[in-house]
Protein backbone atom coordinates (compact mmCIF):
# COMPACT_ATOMS: atom_id res chain seq x y z
CA UNK A 1 0.00 0.00 0.00
CA UNK A 2 1.20 3.21 -0.62
CA UNK A 3 0.94 5.62 2.05
CA UNK A 4 1.31 9.56 2.11
CA UNK A 5 1.60 12.07 4.76
CA UNK A 6 -0.32 15.08 4.04
CA UNK A 7 -0.50 18.49 6.65
CA UNK A 8 -3.14 19.64 4.34
CA UNK A 9 -6.57 20.63 5.75
CA UNK A 10 -8.87 17.63 5.45
CA UNK A 11 -11.73 19.18 3.73
CA UNK A 12 -8.88 19.53 0.68
CA UNK A 13 -8.55 15.76 0.51
CA UNK A 14 -9.70 14.15 -2.81
CA UNK A 15 -10.30 10.83 -1.51
CA UNK A 16 -12.43 8.23 -2.20
CA UNK A 17 -13.14 8.04 1.35
CA UNK A 18 -12.31 10.19 4.29
CA UNK A 19 -12.14 8.46 7.15
CA UNK A 20 -13.22 9.90 10.63
CA UNK A 21 -12.91 8.95 14.30
CA UNK A 22 -16.01 9.54 16.48
CA UNK A 23 -15.73 9.24 20.27
CA UNK A 24 -17.94 9.27 22.96
CA UNK A 25 -17.15 11.89 25.64
CA UNK A 26 -19.34 11.13 28.48
CA UNK A 27 -19.03 9.22 31.71
CA UNK A 28 -20.65 5.28 31.90
CA UNK A 29 -23.83 5.02 30.20
CA UNK A 30 -24.49 8.55 28.73
CA UNK A 31 -23.37 9.25 25.54
CA UNK A 32 -21.86 12.62 24.21
CA UNK A 33 -20.66 11.71 20.82
CA UNK A 34 -17.68 13.79 18.97
CA UNK A 35 -15.61 13.67 15.70
CA UNK A 36 -12.18 13.47 17.38
CA UNK A 37 -10.56 16.03 15.19
CA UNK A 38 -9.69 19.74 15.33
CA UNK A 39 -11.01 19.94 12.03
CA UNK A 40 -14.06 22.24 11.99
CA UNK A 41 -15.38 20.99 8.69
CA UNK A 42 -15.13 17.69 9.57
CA UNK A 43 -16.35 18.31 12.31
CA UNK A 44 -19.55 20.41 10.15
CA UNK A 45 -20.21 17.49 7.86
CA UNK A 46 -20.56 14.52 10.54
CA UNK A 47 -22.47 16.81 12.90
CA UNK A 48 -26.12 15.57 11.40
CA UNK A 49 -25.35 11.44 11.60
CA UNK A 50 -24.00 12.09 15.12
CA UNK A 51 -26.91 14.24 16.66
CA UNK A 52 -29.30 11.97 14.39
CA UNK A 53 -27.67 9.30 16.59
CA UNK A 54 -26.83 7.50 13.62
CA UNK A 55 -23.59 7.13 15.42
CA UNK A 56 -22.55 7.54 19.08
CA UNK A 57 -18.94 6.34 19.18
CA UNK A 58 -19.28 2.65 20.26
CA UNK A 59 -15.98 0.99 19.04
CA UNK A 60 -16.13 -0.28 15.40
CA UNK A 61 -19.58 1.21 14.96
CA UNK A 62 -19.59 2.91 11.05
CA UNK A 63 -21.38 5.17 8.97
CA UNK A 64 -20.92 6.54 5.79
CA UNK A 65 -22.03 10.13 4.11
CA UNK A 66 -21.60 10.30 0.12
CA UNK A 67 -20.29 13.70 -1.06
CA UNK A 68 -20.43 15.07 2.46
CA UNK A 69 -20.80 18.86 2.24
CA UNK A 70 -17.85 21.04 2.66
CA UNK A 71 -15.47 18.49 2.08
CA UNK A 72 -13.58 16.92 -1.19
CA UNK A 73 -13.82 13.35 -0.57
CA UNK A 74 -16.37 11.58 -2.37
CA UNK A 75 -17.36 10.01 0.93
CA UNK A 76 -16.81 10.25 5.07
CA UNK A 77 -16.50 7.13 6.92
CA UNK A 78 -17.14 7.36 10.97
CA UNK A 79 -15.80 5.16 13.12
CA UNK A 80 -16.19 4.76 16.24
CA UNK A 81 -13.25 4.59 18.94
CA UNK A 82 -15.17 4.05 21.85
CA UNK A 83 -15.00 5.94 25.53
CA UNK A 84 -12.46 8.98 25.43
CA UNK A 85 -10.45 8.09 28.23
CA UNK A 86 -9.96 4.83 27.51
CA UNK A 87 -8.90 5.50 23.69
CA UNK A 88 -5.17 4.56 22.94
CA UNK A 89 -3.02 4.26 20.27
CA UNK A 90 -3.31 0.45 20.28
CA UNK A 91 -7.29 1.37 20.01
CA UNK A 92 -6.37 3.70 16.95
CA UNK A 93 -4.68 0.91 15.37
CA UNK A 94 -7.07 -1.68 15.39
CA UNK A 95 -9.47 1.57 14.09
CA UNK A 96 -7.26 2.11 11.30
CA UNK A 97 -7.51 -1.57 10.49
CA UNK A 98 -11.04 -1.64 10.09
CA UNK A 99 -11.42 0.90 8.10
CA UNK A 100 -9.43 -0.60 5.36
CA UNK A 101 -11.22 -3.68 6.06
CA UNK A 102 -14.47 -1.72 5.18
CA UNK A 103 -13.27 -0.50 2.29
CA UNK A 104 -12.41 -3.62 0.86
CA UNK A 105 -15.56 -5.35 -0.65
CA UNK A 106 -16.86 -2.44 -1.24
CA UNK A 107 -13.97 -1.90 -4.13
CA UNK A 108 -12.90 0.96 -3.09
CA UNK A 109 -8.87 1.49 -3.44
CA UNK A 110 -7.87 4.38 -1.21
CA UNK A 111 -8.82 6.52 1.76
CA UNK A 112 -7.24 9.33 3.73
CA UNK A 113 -7.40 8.59 7.22
CA UNK A 114 -7.79 11.60 9.73
CA UNK A 115 -5.46 11.41 13.14
CA UNK A 116 -7.80 12.23 15.98
CA UNK A 117 -6.84 14.38 18.39
CA UNK A 118 -6.47 12.46 21.40
CA UNK A 119 -3.05 10.71 20.01
CA UNK A 120 0.01 11.95 19.78
CA UNK A 121 0.37 12.62 16.25
CA UNK A 122 3.75 10.46 16.28
CA UNK A 123 2.23 7.57 17.81
CA UNK A 124 -0.74 8.27 15.67
CA UNK A 125 0.24 8.09 12.62
CA UNK A 126 2.18 4.90 13.34
CA UNK A 127 -0.74 3.23 14.77
CA UNK A 128 -2.81 4.32 11.74
CA UNK A 129 0.06 2.94 9.12
CA UNK A 130 0.88 -0.04 10.74
CA UNK A 131 -3.25 -0.65 11.33
CA UNK A 132 -4.12 0.06 7.84
CA UNK A 133 -1.26 -2.54 6.38
CA UNK A 134 -1.90 -5.24 8.65
CA UNK A 135 -5.90 -5.02 8.20
CA UNK A 136 -5.14 -5.12 4.17
CA UNK A 137 -3.80 -8.76 4.21
CA UNK A 138 -6.21 -11.14 3.26
CA UNK A 139 -5.04 -15.33 2.99
CA UNK A 140 -7.27 -16.27 0.39
CA UNK A 141 -4.52 -16.73 -2.27
CA UNK A 142 -5.19 -19.83 -3.47
CA UNK A 143 -8.74 -19.07 -4.25
CA UNK A 144 -8.85 -19.50 -8.28
CA UNK A 145 -11.79 -16.42 -8.49
CA UNK A 146 -9.60 -14.58 -6.25
CA UNK A 147 -10.64 -10.73 -6.53
CA UNK A 148 -7.30 -8.59 -5.87
CA UNK A 149 -9.43 -6.25 -3.31
CA UNK A 150 -6.75 -4.83 -1.54
CA UNK A 151 -6.29 -0.78 -1.04
CA UNK A 152 -3.68 0.64 -2.89
CA UNK A 153 -3.17 3.97 -1.18
CA UNK A 154 -3.09 5.18 2.01
CA UNK A 155 -2.99 9.25 3.29
CA UNK A 156 -2.59 10.22 6.33
CA UNK A 157 -3.86 13.60 7.09
CA UNK A 158 -2.20 15.61 10.22
CA UNK A 159 -2.48 19.10 10.69
CA UNK A 160 0.25 22.11 10.14
CA UNK A 161 1.12 22.36 13.70
CA UNK A 162 3.10 18.97 13.08
CA UNK A 163 6.49 18.47 12.39
CA UNK A 164 6.65 16.94 8.99
CA UNK A 165 10.03 15.53 9.39
CA UNK A 166 9.05 13.62 12.40
CA UNK A 167 5.97 12.61 11.26
CA UNK A 168 7.30 11.11 8.00
CA UNK A 169 9.90 9.28 9.60
CA UNK A 170 7.16 7.46 12.18
CA UNK A 171 5.43 6.25 8.90
CA UNK A 172 8.40 5.07 7.45
CA UNK A 173 9.37 3.04 10.06
CA UNK A 174 5.60 2.02 10.67
CA UNK A 175 5.59 0.94 6.99
CA UNK A 176 8.91 -0.89 7.53
CA UNK A 177 7.03 -3.29 10.81
CA UNK A 178 3.57 -3.68 9.30
CA UNK A 179 5.14 -5.21 5.98
CA UNK A 180 7.52 -7.18 8.13
CA UNK A 181 4.53 -8.47 10.22
CA UNK A 182 2.77 -8.87 6.92
CA UNK A 183 5.81 -10.99 5.60
CA UNK A 184 5.29 -13.35 8.77
CA UNK A 185 1.95 -13.87 7.93
CA UNK A 186 2.37 -14.41 4.12
CA UNK A 187 4.78 -17.72 5.01
CA UNK A 188 2.45 -18.92 7.96
CA UNK A 189 -0.25 -18.66 5.92
CA UNK A 190 1.74 -21.61 3.23
CA UNK A 191 0.64 -25.29 3.44
CA UNK A 192 3.36 -27.37 4.30
CA UNK A 193 3.54 -28.76 0.67
CA UNK A 194 4.71 -25.23 -0.21
CA UNK A 195 6.24 -24.39 2.59
CA UNK A 196 8.77 -27.20 3.29
CA UNK A 197 11.87 -26.29 5.49
CA UNK A 198 13.65 -25.65 2.12
CA UNK A 199 11.49 -23.16 0.92
CA UNK A 200 11.69 -21.37 4.16
CA UNK A 201 14.89 -21.47 4.10
CA UNK A 202 15.15 -20.07 0.80
CA UNK A 203 12.59 -17.25 1.40
CA UNK A 204 15.07 -16.17 4.52
CA UNK A 205 17.76 -15.88 2.40
CA UNK A 206 15.50 -14.04 -0.76
CA UNK A 207 14.54 -12.08 2.07
CA UNK A 208 18.53 -11.46 3.13
CA UNK A 209 19.44 -10.65 0.06
CA UNK A 210 17.02 -7.57 -0.35
CA UNK A 211 17.75 -6.02 2.94
CA UNK A 212 21.55 -6.77 3.46
CA UNK A 213 21.82 -9.44 5.93
CA UNK A 214 24.18 -12.34 5.92
CA UNK A 215 22.49 -15.89 5.72
CA UNK A 216 23.53 -19.20 6.03
CA UNK A 217 21.45 -21.85 5.65
CA UNK A 218 23.01 -25.49 6.48
CA UNK A 219 21.17 -28.67 6.10
CA UNK A 220 21.72 -32.37 7.66
CA UNK A 221 25.42 -32.99 7.68
CA UNK A 222 26.20 -29.77 9.45
CA UNK A 223 23.32 -30.80 12.05
CA UNK A 224 24.99 -33.70 12.89
CA UNK A 225 28.34 -32.31 12.56
CA UNK A 226 27.64 -29.83 15.10
CA UNK A 227 26.13 -32.94 16.93
CA UNK A 228 22.49 -31.36 17.46
CA UNK A 229 20.93 -34.56 18.22
CA UNK A 230 17.09 -33.46 19.79
CA UNK A 231 17.13 -31.01 16.19
CA UNK A 232 18.38 -34.38 14.28
CA UNK A 233 15.81 -36.68 16.53
CA UNK A 234 12.73 -34.52 14.98
CA UNK A 235 14.45 -34.49 11.92
CA UNK A 236 15.34 -37.36 10.85
CA UNK A 237 11.83 -38.75 10.17
CA UNK A 238 11.26 -37.29 7.37
CA UNK A 239 11.73 -37.27 4.00
CA UNK A 240 12.00 -33.44 3.49
CA UNK A 241 15.46 -32.18 4.09
CA UNK A 242 15.81 -29.96 7.81
CA UNK A 243 17.18 -26.58 7.61
CA UNK A 244 19.06 -24.70 9.99
CA UNK A 245 18.65 -20.99 9.03
CA UNK A 246 21.24 -17.88 10.45
CA UNK A 247 20.44 -14.24 9.69
CA UNK A 248 22.93 -11.94 10.83
CA UNK A 249 23.22 -8.47 11.47
CA UNK A 250 25.92 -7.09 12.23
CA UNK A 251 25.84 -3.29 11.91
CA UNK A 252 29.17 -1.31 11.67
CA UNK A 253 29.50 0.61 14.86
CA UNK A 254 27.69 -1.75 17.27
CA UNK A 255 29.31 -2.69 20.33
CA UNK A 256 30.84 -6.43 20.79
CA UNK A 257 28.03 -6.98 23.31
CA UNK A 258 25.36 -7.48 23.95
CA UNK A 259 24.68 -9.99 21.59
CA UNK A 260 20.50 -10.61 20.81
CA UNK A 261 19.85 -14.19 19.73
CA UNK A 262 16.41 -14.51 18.20
CA UNK A 263 15.80 -18.49 18.12
CA UNK A 264 12.57 -19.75 16.14
CA UNK A 265 10.62 -23.05 16.32
CA UNK A 266 10.17 -23.78 12.30
CA UNK A 267 8.43 -27.13 12.32
CA UNK A 268 6.83 -26.62 8.79
CA UNK A 269 4.48 -29.61 9.54
CA UNK A 270 4.09 -30.76 13.05
CA UNK A 271 1.72 -34.34 12.56
CA UNK A 272 3.25 -35.28 16.06
CA UNK A 273 5.65 -38.09 14.98
CA UNK A 274 5.15 -41.97 15.86
CA UNK A 275 2.85 -40.47 19.03
CA UNK A 276 1.15 -39.06 16.15
CA UNK A 277 -1.86 -36.17 16.46
CA UNK A 278 -5.60 -37.08 15.61
CA UNK A 279 -7.08 -36.67 12.67
CA UNK A 280 -9.29 -33.51 14.15
CA UNK A 281 -7.46 -29.94 13.43
CA UNK A 282 -4.14 -31.60 12.24
CA UNK A 283 -4.45 -29.30 8.86
CA UNK A 284 -3.54 -26.32 11.50
CA UNK A 285 -0.78 -27.81 12.06
CA UNK A 286 0.93 -25.93 9.09
CA UNK A 287 1.66 -22.87 10.93
CA UNK A 288 3.83 -24.89 13.57
CA UNK A 289 6.87 -22.98 11.86
CA UNK A 290 4.94 -19.25 13.15
CA UNK A 291 7.84 -19.14 15.25
CA UNK A 292 10.68 -19.32 12.85
CA UNK A 293 8.46 -16.98 10.69
CA UNK A 294 8.54 -14.53 13.06
CA UNK A 295 12.27 -14.44 13.56
CA UNK A 296 12.46 -13.81 9.67
CA UNK A 297 9.73 -11.13 9.82
CA UNK A 298 11.63 -9.30 12.84
CA UNK A 299 15.38 -9.89 11.28
CA UNK A 300 13.63 -8.15 7.89
CA UNK A 301 12.50 -5.18 9.99
CA UNK A 302 15.75 -5.21 12.39
CA UNK A 303 17.67 -4.76 9.06
CA UNK A 304 15.45 -2.39 7.86
CA UNK A 305 15.42 -0.10 10.76
CA UNK A 306 19.14 -0.32 11.76
CA UNK A 307 19.75 -0.26 15.52
CA UNK A 308 23.04 -0.25 16.46
CA UNK A 309 23.34 -3.83 17.98
CA UNK A 310 24.15 -6.98 17.03
CA UNK A 311 21.21 -9.23 16.14
CA UNK A 312 21.49 -13.20 15.11
CA UNK A 313 18.04 -15.08 13.75
CA UNK A 314 18.07 -18.64 13.60
CA UNK A 315 15.08 -20.57 12.62
CA UNK A 316 15.62 -24.74 13.36
CA UNK A 317 13.08 -26.10 10.42
CA UNK A 318 11.88 -29.10 9.82
CA UNK A 319 8.98 -31.82 9.43
CA UNK A 320 7.68 -33.77 12.33
CA UNK A 321 6.83 -37.12 10.45
CA UNK A 322 5.83 -40.40 11.55
CA UNK A 323 8.23 -42.76 9.18
CA UNK A 324 10.52 -46.06 9.81
CA UNK A 325 13.17 -43.29 10.36
CA UNK A 326 11.17 -41.70 12.73
CA UNK A 327 12.35 -41.45 16.78
CA UNK A 328 10.29 -43.26 18.83
CA UNK A 329 8.95 -42.71 22.35
CA UNK A 330 11.70 -44.17 24.44
CA UNK A 331 14.35 -43.32 22.56
CA UNK A 332 17.20 -41.39 23.66
CA UNK A 333 18.71 -38.34 22.47
CA UNK A 334 21.71 -35.96 23.21
CA UNK A 335 21.89 -32.30 22.40
CA UNK A 336 24.28 -30.59 21.18
CA UNK A 337 24.53 -29.29 24.81
CA UNK A 338 25.63 -32.71 25.95
CA UNK A 339 22.72 -33.29 27.68
CA UNK A 340 20.40 -36.13 27.50
CA UNK A 341 17.05 -36.60 26.54
CA UNK A 342 14.40 -38.95 26.80
CA UNK A 343 11.56 -39.02 24.37
CA UNK A 344 8.12 -39.56 25.88
CA UNK A 345 6.33 -38.22 23.45
CA UNK A 346 7.32 -37.28 20.02
CA UNK A 347 5.11 -34.37 19.41
CA UNK A 348 6.51 -32.61 22.06
CA UNK A 349 8.95 -31.77 19.18
CA UNK A 350 9.09 -27.88 19.35
CA UNK A 351 11.23 -28.04 22.32
CA UNK A 352 13.73 -30.58 21.08
CA UNK A 353 14.49 -28.14 18.19
CA UNK A 354 14.70 -25.08 19.73
CA UNK A 355 17.22 -26.87 22.47
CA UNK A 356 19.79 -27.32 19.96
CA UNK A 357 18.62 -23.62 18.77
CA UNK A 358 19.42 -22.03 21.83
CA UNK A 359 22.45 -23.70 22.45
CA UNK A 360 23.72 -22.75 18.90
CA UNK A 361 22.94 -18.88 19.74
CA UNK A 362 24.86 -19.03 22.68
CA UNK A 363 27.66 -20.62 20.98
CA UNK A 364 27.77 -18.34 18.05
CA UNK A 365 28.13 -15.44 21.09
CA UNK A 366 24.56 -14.71 21.71
CA UNK A 367 24.73 -12.58 25.10
CA UNK A 368 20.53 -12.39 25.63
CA UNK A 369 18.36 -14.95 23.49
CA UNK A 370 14.43 -14.87 23.18
CA UNK A 371 12.72 -17.97 21.02
CA UNK A 372 9.07 -17.56 19.53
CA UNK A 373 7.50 -20.65 19.24
CA UNK A 374 3.91 -22.64 18.62
CA UNK A 375 4.87 -24.87 21.55
CA UNK A 376 2.20 -26.13 23.29
CA UNK A 377 -1.76 -26.66 23.62
CA UNK A 378 -1.33 -25.96 27.37
CA UNK A 379 -0.97 -22.16 26.51
CA UNK A 380 -4.20 -22.20 25.05
CA UNK A 381 -5.65 -23.35 27.85
CA UNK A 382 -3.96 -21.66 30.17
CA UNK A 383 -4.76 -18.26 28.32
CA UNK A 384 -6.66 -18.61 25.28
CA UNK A 385 -6.64 -16.44 22.17
CA UNK A 386 -6.40 -12.91 23.52
CA UNK A 387 -2.60 -13.55 25.05
CA UNK A 388 0.52 -15.07 24.14
CA UNK A 389 2.60 -16.98 27.09
CA UNK A 390 5.90 -14.96 28.45
CA UNK A 391 8.28 -16.47 30.25
CA UNK A 392 11.74 -15.36 31.73
CA UNK A 393 14.90 -15.93 33.35
CA UNK A 394 15.62 -12.37 33.96
CA UNK A 395 13.44 -9.70 35.36
CA UNK A 396 15.80 -6.49 33.84
CA UNK A 397 14.70 -8.57 30.27
CA UNK A 398 11.25 -9.00 30.94
CA UNK A 399 10.82 -5.39 31.79
CA UNK A 400 12.20 -4.28 28.55
CA UNK A 401 10.36 -6.65 26.43
CA UNK A 402 7.08 -5.85 28.43
CA UNK A 403 7.83 -1.72 27.14
CA UNK A 404 8.28 -3.26 24.10
CA UNK A 405 4.86 -4.97 24.04
CA UNK A 406 2.97 -1.70 25.10
CA UNK A 407 4.50 0.07 22.62
CA UNK A 408 4.03 -2.42 19.97
CA UNK A 409 -0.16 -3.07 21.19
CA UNK A 410 0.79 -7.09 21.87
CA UNK A 411 -0.57 -8.50 24.29
CA UNK A 412 1.39 -11.09 26.50
CA UNK A 413 0.97 -12.90 30.04
CA UNK A 414 3.86 -14.23 32.12
CA UNK A 415 4.33 -17.51 33.31
CA UNK A 416 6.33 -18.56 35.84
CA UNK A 417 9.27 -20.74 36.20
CA UNK A 418 9.80 -21.79 39.60
CA UNK A 419 12.53 -24.32 40.44
CA UNK A 420 9.09 -26.79 41.58
CA UNK A 421 8.28 -27.60 38.08
CA UNK A 422 11.56 -29.08 36.94
CA UNK A 423 11.21 -32.45 38.91
CA UNK A 424 7.95 -32.94 36.45
CA UNK A 425 10.47 -33.58 33.50
CA UNK A 426 13.03 -35.25 35.44
CA UNK A 427 14.01 -38.42 33.48
CA UNK A 428 14.71 -42.16 35.43
CA UNK A 429 17.23 -42.75 32.50
CA UNK A 430 17.93 -39.71 30.97
CA UNK A 431 19.48 -36.51 32.26
CA UNK A 432 15.71 -34.47 31.42
CA UNK A 433 12.29 -36.04 28.94
CA UNK A 434 10.38 -34.14 26.76
CA UNK A 435 7.39 -34.39 28.01
CA UNK A 436 6.37 -33.01 32.18
CA UNK A 437 2.62 -34.71 32.26
CA UNK A 438 -0.75 -33.14 32.08
CA UNK A 439 -0.45 -30.08 34.46
CA UNK A 440 0.95 -26.82 33.62
CA UNK A 441 2.09 -28.33 30.12
CA UNK A 442 3.28 -24.42 29.00
CA UNK A 443 5.22 -24.13 32.03
CA UNK A 444 7.18 -27.23 32.04
CA UNK A 445 7.56 -27.56 28.46
CA UNK A 446 9.44 -23.81 29.15
CA UNK A 447 11.27 -25.21 31.65
CA UNK A 448 12.73 -27.77 28.96
CA UNK A 449 13.87 -24.67 27.36
CA UNK A 450 15.53 -23.33 30.71
CA UNK A 451 17.71 -26.22 30.46
CA UNK A 452 19.34 -25.11 27.28
CA UNK A 453 19.52 -21.12 27.15
CA UNK A 454 21.52 -21.80 30.60
CA UNK A 455 22.78 -18.78 32.45
CA UNK A 456 22.05 -16.60 29.17
CA UNK A 457 19.55 -14.05 29.87
CA UNK A 458 16.16 -15.72 27.79
CA UNK A 459 12.95 -15.36 27.51
CA UNK A 460 10.54 -17.47 25.48
CA UNK A 461 7.18 -16.77 23.48
CA UNK A 462 4.52 -19.12 23.26
CA UNK A 463 2.42 -18.03 20.80
CA UNK A 464 0.36 -21.55 19.95
CA UNK A 465 -3.07 -19.46 21.28
CA UNK A 466 -1.70 -16.18 19.14
CA UNK A 467 -0.36 -16.79 15.74
CA UNK A 468 -3.34 -18.12 14.06
CA UNK A 469 -6.76 -15.96 14.19
CA UNK A 470 -9.54 -18.24 14.55
CA UNK A 471 -11.96 -15.57 13.34
CA UNK A 472 -12.11 -12.37 11.11
CA UNK A 473 -11.98 -9.46 13.29
CA UNK A 474 -13.25 -6.10 12.14
CA UNK A 475 -9.24 -5.07 11.94
CA UNK A 476 -7.96 -7.72 10.87
CA UNK A 477 -8.34 -10.97 8.67
CA UNK A 478 -8.34 -14.72 9.58
CA UNK A 479 -5.72 -16.66 9.26
CA UNK A 480 -2.25 -16.02 10.79
CA UNK A 481 -1.57 -12.95 12.51
CA UNK A 482 2.22 -12.03 12.71
CA UNK A 483 1.96 -11.71 16.85
CA UNK A 484 5.40 -10.70 18.18
CA UNK A 485 6.71 -9.19 15.64
CA UNK A 486 6.30 -5.80 16.38
CA UNK A 487 7.66 -6.33 19.78
CA UNK A 488 10.54 -8.19 18.83
CA UNK A 489 11.26 -4.94 16.11
CA UNK A 490 10.75 -2.69 18.82
CA UNK A 491 12.83 -4.55 21.78
CA UNK A 492 16.03 -4.89 19.53
CA UNK A 493 15.80 -0.98 18.77
CA UNK A 494 15.23 -0.07 22.49
CA UNK A 495 17.86 -2.00 23.56
CA UNK A 496 20.13 -0.88 20.93
CA UNK A 497 20.05 2.58 22.04
N1 LIG B 1 2.80 -27.71 17.81
C1 LIG B 1 2.25 -28.26 18.99
C2 LIG B 1 1.58 -27.23 19.89
C3 LIG B 1 0.37 -26.53 19.34
C4 LIG B 1 -0.89 -26.92 19.75
C5 LIG B 1 0.48 -25.47 18.50
C6 LIG B 1 -2.00 -26.25 19.29
C7 LIG B 1 -0.64 -24.81 18.03
C8 LIG B 1 -1.87 -25.19 18.43
C9 LIG B 1 3.35 -28.93 19.80
O1 LIG B 1 4.41 -29.45 19.07
C10 LIG B 1 2.72 -30.07 20.52
O2 LIG B 1 2.29 -30.98 19.89
N2 LIG B 1 2.68 -29.99 21.84
C11 LIG B 1 2.09 -31.00 22.63
C12 LIG B 1 3.02 -31.31 23.77
C13 LIG B 1 2.66 -32.51 24.55
C14 LIG B 1 2.85 -33.76 23.71
C15 LIG B 1 3.51 -32.57 25.78
C16 LIG B 1 0.76 -30.47 23.13
O3 LIG B 1 0.67 -29.28 23.45
O4 LIG B 1 -0.19 -31.25 23.17
MN1 LIG C 1 3.98 -31.43 18.40
ZN1 LIG D 1 4.74 -28.62 17.22
Known sequence: MKTILSLSPAAQMETECLVAVV??????????????????SVQKSAADLISAGDITGKTFEVAWLHKPDGLKAKRLLLIGGGKTK???????????????????????????????????????????????????????????DRKDQNVESLTVVATNNDDRTKL??????????AESQNLTRELVNEPSNRMTPTILAERAEQMSKETGLKCEVYGADKIKELKMGAFWGVAQGSDEPPALIVMRYEPAGAPEKPVLGLVG?????????????????????????????????????????????????????????????????GDIQTAMSGKTIEIINTDAEGRLVLADGLCYARQLGCTHLIDAATLTGAVVVAL?????????????????????LDKAGEKMWRLPLDDEYKDQIKSSIADIMN???????????????????????????????????????PWIAKGPSGIAVRSLVQFAREFGS
Open 265 to 329: KGVTFDTGGISIKPADNMEKMKYDMAGGATMIGAMRAISLLKPKIKVIGIVCATENMPSGKAQKP
Open 435 to 473: TGGRWGGAITAAMFLKEFAEDTPWIHLDIAGTAWMEDNK
Open 168 to 177: QRALDEALIL
Open 86 to 144: KFSASDLRKLAGAAVRALKPRTLRSLAFVLPGEIPAEEAVKAVVEGAIVGNFDPDTYKS
Open 23 to 40: LDKAEKDKTEAYVSSGDK
Open 384 to 404: GYANAGIFSSDDAMYQRFAAA
